[in-house]
């Protein structure tokens, strides 16, 4: 055979040798010869020995020599995050030559001195392997950073204070406002959850890596609240009353429960929200810094409340009645009454002949309802909203907007004041100049004098407070959804409309160019 191979160290070497009649070389004989002699795991140049075989075939008279197999030995390389934190190392299996051993990985390790966190179960799997491979060989122990202070709060807030629950079919609850949580003395509020320190962690090195400590948080200010006494990281409340639940801390506002105002309770002032369950009958007043919540009628009384005010049967008062509500105001019905909120006023049924002022807006008609304002004088400083105004009996009925009621007030009473000091320094006047003509005493003039100064001062300080009021706003709407009768009047800032017939639902609003009230449609 003119093919031949020879074992030259770590290399197998082929030869042509043109021999007359002889075979022509395949491709199996250098299998075959390197089974024979247990070379199989040599690593082999596959294109050159593909390409000694060209050769032979293109010129089979020439002789020809090449290598076409060696022995490697393995290579080992490792990897070393710059956080010392990971390691990997990537193994080319020894091809016809001692295969890695996991001494020699571990020698690999401890020569970059990694002595924490080695995976004995990876590095079995890595010199196993017959093909090369990279895989993470040491992870270290991260650092636990520390959690910082946390509160969690053990009492819950309604999630819509002060609106009534709107049921799925539509209906509306009122018997549940979801308007407050109120406790008792010492019930848990809040828990106070102290930082954690964390846990430090370690690098391959064995050298420990710091974490971050939790940052310590204290329960922020509270009324009505303190930390218990046997417990430093729970609040507790120190009275009874309604919460508000902040993130580090819960208020306790004091709240007055009561059956009824009347003959049994006197006149009430409370420094906190006021509840009761029945009327606030006639000639009684009721007070509160707070909310005023009455379930049942208020009747002629006077009720004072810098909160909300919700009178959930309605209210009927007369002349000498009066009701304040520093917010919203919310009623079923109003009739005859004096009102006076200084947000916005809610009355989901009918206004009749009443005295009816807000700050903002009044709407009547919301959720159900008639939605009508008939007779008296609803007035509101940006909006009015109902369904129909005034009746079919054409009853007066005055809708205003564009004026704060209250500054509105103010002004009135300023102007009667100022007219009274002005007729009384016309007084004192002719008393002055008859005392002249009389030749009076000089003490007599003095004091006149004196008198017609002071006078004369008050009416300067009066009109500089008139000349402070704001001028009325053209920017209102009075919007009517679907009938307006004779007899309504509207005005919105100094323009006034009156209706003579009976009209279709609108828009009402002041046109700038026409300086007049317009009538568009309706947009809410």
């Known amino acids: 055979m003119s093919l031949s191979f020879e074992h030259l160290g ?11 009649g002889a075979d022509p070389p395949q491709g199996s004989d250098l299998r075959d010869f390197l089974e024979e002699q247990d070379f199989l795991d040599f690593f082999l140049f596959e294109e050159i020995w593909e390409s000694f075989l060209l ?3 293109q010129a089979p008279q020439n002789p020809l020599a090449c290598t076409i197999a060696e022995a490697r030995p393995y290579q080992l390389d490792l990897e070393l ?3 010392r934190m990971q390691a990997w190392i990537s193994l080319t299996p020894a091809y016809g030559g001692q295969q890695a051993c996991l001494d020699d990985l571990i ?19 890595l010199i196993q392997s017959e093909v090369p491979v990279r895989l993470l060989v040491a992870q270290g122990e991260l650092p636990v950073d520390g959690e910082d202070a946390y509160f969690e709060a053990l009492v819950e807030e309604p999630p819509h204070s002060g609106q009534p629950l709107v049921l799925s079919d539509q209906r509306v609850d009122f018997h549940n406002l979801q308007l407050m949580k109120t406790v008792e003395m010492g019930v848990p509020l809040m828990r106070r959850h102290p930082p954690s320190p964390g846990k430090p962690g370690m690098n391959l090195l064995k050298r420990q890596v710091p974490q971050k400590k939790g940052h310590d948080l204290p329960f922020g200010p509270s009324r009505g609240a303190e ?7 729970l609040l507790i409340s120190s009275i009874p009353g309604r919460i508000r639940v902040r993130s580090n801390t819960v208020y306790v506002e004091p709240v007055f429960h009561v059956a009824e105002i009347g003959a049994s309770t006197g006149d009430i002032y409370f420094p906190g929200t006021v509840l009761v369950d029945g009327t606030v009958f006639q000639g009684y007043a009721l007070e509160a810094l707070g909310d005023i919540l009455v379930d049942g009628t208020i009747e002629a009384a006077w009720i004072k409340s810098q909160g909300h005010l919700l009178a959930r049967q309605g209210m009927v008062g007369n002349r000498n009645s009066r009701i ?27 206004v009749i002949h009443s005295q009816v002022h807000a700050r903002n807006e009044v709407k009547v008609g919301f959720y159900s309802g008639k939605g009508q304002i008939a007779g008296g004088v609803v007035s509101a400083g940006k909006r009015i909203q109902a369904r129909i105004a005034g009746s079919p009996s054409n009853t007066k009925t005055y809708l205003k907007v564009g004026m704060d009621p209250v500054l509105e007030t103010q002004e009135i009473l300023l102007k009667k004041r100022l007219e009274y000091y002005r007729q009384k320094l016309d007084r004192v006047g002719e008393s002055l100049v008859f005392a002249r003509v009389r030749q009076n005493t000089r003490e007599l003039l003095s004091a006149l004098e004196a008198l017609r100064e002071q006078l004369l001062l008050r009416v300067n300080e009066i009109s500089e407070q008139l000349s402070q009021i704001p001028v009325s706003s053209h920017t209102g709407k009075i919007i009517i959804t679907d009938h307006i009768y004779a007899g309504v009047t509207v005005t919105i800032g100094g323009y006034s409309r009156y209706f003579d017939q009976d009209f279709s639902g609108a828009t009402l609003y002041v046109d700038s160019q026409k300086q007049e009230i317009a009538i568009g449609s309706v947009r809410l």
């Open 55 to 57: 050769k032979i075939y």
């Open 107 to 125: 020698l690999l390790l401890r020569e970059q001195r990694i002595v924490y966190g080695v995976l004995p179960d990876i590095l079995e799997r």
């Open 227 to 233: 930390v218990a006494a046997h417990d430093s990281n």
């Open 81 to 83: 995050s710059k956080d």
């Open 324 to 350: 304040v509500a520093g917010q919203n105001l919310e009623s079923r019905f109003i009739e005859h009454s004096q009102v006076l909120a200084l947000d916005s006023v809610s009355v989901s049924d009918i």
């Open 10 to 20: 770590s290399t197998v070497l082929a030869r042509w040798e043109p021999v007359p």
